[in-house]
């Protein structure tokens, strides 16, 4: 009996122990979420203030290129960087192998300019538009760049990236027209003091079992993720050395997403150059960011690029959102609204909310968010509170103000697009960030 009861007592503290110990494993977690999610919040409005400044010292000097490639190569590392964070909840599902890809239309050439920007690297590509998971694509080829060049030869590694296409063989003797072979091919010289690449160091990068040979701050936690990228992605990849050359490749067989042609053969995308221009003058441009870098990049980059000197930058403190608020329905044409305003002492006031209330009031102009964070739970968000188009931080002005020209022409002005084109229609919802992803409405 009285054994039974020791081992009663003990069974019973061993569940209080567990339960004690679930609950503040629980709390752990919640407060390293929270911690991790102003990190990367801080992370991206850090990188976007300095991206900005630099953007804007770029746009105003007359010193000879040669003098300031350094600080273009460091903005374009600062976007590289932004991306990252921005992409963070993908790689942690990616991580955990619950990944899902999502596909979306992606401009080949764009995919490339946005993952070389900034970078030493020959590039060759054959465009074509079609659906692919950009995330993942952006990490497999962020992280096999970074490696040509970080393990390559450290004087000129020679780093080369082509893109090519090819027809898919459908298996009935015709080709398949709506599919196309796409190969990724990234290749580099070899740093002569280090390992030969072999089939075994690659299953075992994969497998996670490199450090003991390559030291603990060269992983290859890099190629480790891109590989896994390419198995989410169902995409076949290779690592190979011949030589002197170590070639990444990658090859996908993924959808087209062509535009549709008008009669005369035209293209839609035609059509944007057309609506571009169909922006009119002198428009009343209203900005919100608690940045002062973003305000001064927002403020020089609309008066010079959007055909208006009728700009309005607020933000500086609490009082300027009223004061935002009352310009932009004064007359206001298109709002832009950062989606954190912190102001230091008074609170939080976010964009969002911001937002309802012009829409409660009957604004009818162009909204838009312009935040560092774009990730798809905020897109949702900010759709939800009733923007027409998003911009990342990440986007360069002179990209994002074409898009908000379009995006105006298309949603406040609607103009007829050319024959065989789609047109929007009143419930749709352009998408920008960082480049046009037309929800509804798009080829």
Excluded: W
């Amino acid at each position: 009996l009285v054994a039974m009861r020791f081992v009663t007592l003990m069974r019973r503290r061993q569940f209080r122990l567990e339960r004690s110990f679930q609950a503040a494993l629980l709390v752990a977690l919640e407060a390293s979420r929270k911690a991790d999610s102003i990190l990367n919040h801080t992370l991206k409005n850090t990188m976007a203030d300095a991206a900005a400044d630099m953007e804007l010292f770029l746009t105003n000097t007359d010193l000879p290129e040669p003098s300031v490639r350094h600080l273009r190569l460091s903005m374009a590392t600062l976007r590289r960087g932004m991306r990252a964070c921005r992409h963070r909840q993908a790689y942690i599902k990616l991580e955990s192998g619950g990944y899902q890809p999502s596909l979306q239309p992606v401009q080949l050439s764009a995919l490339v300019d946005e993952v070389t920007a900034g970078r030493d690297i020959q590039v060759s590509v054959e465009d074509k538009r079609v659906l692919l998971d950009e995330k993942l694509y952006s990490l497999v080829l962020d992280n096999t760049i970074n490696n040509a060049f970080k393990h390559g030869r450290p004087q000129d590694p020679q780093v080369q990236l082509t893109v090519s296409t090819a027809p898919v063989d459908s298996g009935i003797s015709l080709a398949d027209d709506k599919h196309v072979r796409v190969t990724f091919r990234l290749s580099n010289q070899a740093n002569p003091s280090r390992p030969r690449i072999t089939d075994d160091y690659v299953a075992k990068v994969l497998r996670g079992e490199s450090k003991a040979t390559v030291g603990a701050l060269s992983d290859q936690i890099g190629l480790q993720h891109s590989l896994s990228a390419c198995q989410a992605l169902k995409v076949t990849a290779s690592l190979t050395q011949t030589g002197q050359t170590v070639v990444f490749t990658a090859v996908a067989v993924v959808e087209l997403a062509t535009r549709m042609p008008s009669p005369d053969g035209q293209q839609c995308s035609t059509a944007l150059d057309q609506e571009a221009a169909a922006f009119p003058p002198d428009l009343k441009i209203c900005y919100i960011d608690d940045s002062d870098s973003a305000r001064r990049l927002l403020d020089f980059n609309l008066r010079a690029r959007a055909k208006t000197s009728n700009v309005h930058v607020f933000g500086k403190e609490r009082l300027e959102v009223s004061q935002f608020m009352e310009a932009v329905l004064d007359g206001g044409d298109i709002a832009i609204l950062d989606q954190h305003l912190e102001f230091e002492g008074e609170g939080l006031v976010y964009g969002t909310d911001l937002v309802r209330e012009l829409r409660e009031k009957r604004f009818q102009g162009l909204l838009c968010t312009r935040s560092a964070n774009v990730a798809p739970e905020d897109r949702a968000k900010y759709m939800e509170a009733g923007v027409h188009c998003i911009f990342g931080k990440d986007l360069g002005m002179r990209e994002m103000i074409a898009e908000m020209q379009i995006a105006h022409v298309r949603t406040m002005m609607r103009p007829l697009l050319p024959p065989g084109c789609p047109r929007a229609s009143n419930t749709d919802t352009l998408v920008l960030a960082p480049r046009p992803t037309f929800e509804r409405g798009d080829a």
